[in-house]
């Protein structure tokens, strides 16, 4: 899951080591066959291939479980990506854009709202709802323990006079 989520760096060195182990378990000998192929399927998934190994294999559980930590790892990285540049959007539109791109950044912002109300997510309606404030210079109000307050804060720091 690291070598797939770290840098290019970790992952030529978690290919190496898996590289370098496939060949000590295949110097063993057909007893350790199972071993090979499991390090064949991480290697393939490395390489973003599809692994080989049948549902009856002996470590087949364990490669989905590193298939789900990726796909979880990504899913994550992706979220914290579109926070940062949902983020960037509001304080770049606020600084800079015109009345058309904050109008269309609020119509998202409000969309975004209500689908986080749908789902009944409560803190992510809030925390939308408090960007659509500060693009419309209307106060901000959240709990001190919202879990987006920190986000929200750095927008408003970031829009202060002096912040630029």
């Not at 600084?95 to 209500?114: C, E, I, S, T, Y």
Request: aromatic content about 6%; proline content about 3%; cysteine-free.
């Amino acid at each position: 899951i690291a070598a797939k989520a770290g840098t290019v760096d970790q992952f030529s060195q978690w290919r190496a080591v898996l590289t370098e182990a496939r060949k000590a378990y295949v110097s063993q000998g057909a007893d350790w066959q199972f071993e090979v192929e499991f390090v064949d399927a991480l290697i393939a998934i490395l390489d973003d291939q599809t692994h080989a190994l049948k549902s009856d294999h002996p470590y087949y559980s364990h490669v989905g479980r590193v298939i789900d930590g990726i796909a979880q790892q990504v899913t994550e990285d992706d979220q914290v990506n579109a926070l940062e540049m949902l983020l960037e959007a509001v304080i770049n539109t606020k600084r800079q854009g015109n009345d058309q791109q904050r109008d269309a950044l609020k119509m998202a912002l409000r969309q975004m709202r209500d689908q986080a109300l749908q789902a009944q997510d409560l803190p992510a309606h809030e925390f939308f709802a408090a960007l659509i404030a500060i693009l419309e210079d209307q106060a901000v109000t959240l709990a001190q323990d919202h879990p987006y307050l920190p986000l929200v804060q750095r927008v408003i720091d970031a829009l202060k006079p002096d912040a630029s």
